[in-house]
């Protein structure tokens, strides 16, 4: 069974920074797009951003574009989301996602993990 595990979430002042991982489990070698996603209490998951398999390409959702950086290391099956400049409104459950193509659908991905919670404090 894939698996995919968050973690790196916490609780950080406005203004501050936090680096979010995402880890296949070992046996399991994930290839393809990652992308990661939000949702915070009384509203649906939202995209954030994603990374093409290569890591060549990356696409964001606007308003975390300047922002947040995603990358990855395919030898470790890790993708990284460093979050700068946080704000009070990014506070939410992030997670992290595996599928074929680099998309802001969530119907494009196949895996999910459990998400990790991030909170910023005003």
């Known amino acids: 069974q894939v698996q995919l595990v968050e973690s790196g979430g916490g609780l950080v002042q406005a203004g501050g920074s936090l680096r979010l991982s995402c880890a296949a489990s070992r046996r399991t070698f994930i290839t393809g797009a990652r992308g990661w996603f939000r949702q915070a209490p009384g509203k649906e998951r939202e995209f954030v951003g994603a990374?093409?398999?290569?890591?060549?390409?990356?696409y964001y959702a606007d308003s975390v574009k300047g922002r947040f950086i995603i990358s990855r290391d395919n030898a470790k099956n890790t993708v990284y989301l460093q979050m700068n400049s946080l704000k009070p409104e990014d506070t939410a459950v992030y997670y992290c996602?595996?599928?074929?193509?680099?998309?802001?659908?969530?119907?494009?991905?196949?895996?999910w993990g459990q998400g990790t919670q991030v909170t910023v404090s005003s």
């Open positions: 996602a595996a599928g074929g193509a680099a998309t802001m659908s969530l119907a494009g991905y196949d895996y």
């Open positions: 990374i093409s398999w290569s890591g060549g390409s990356t």
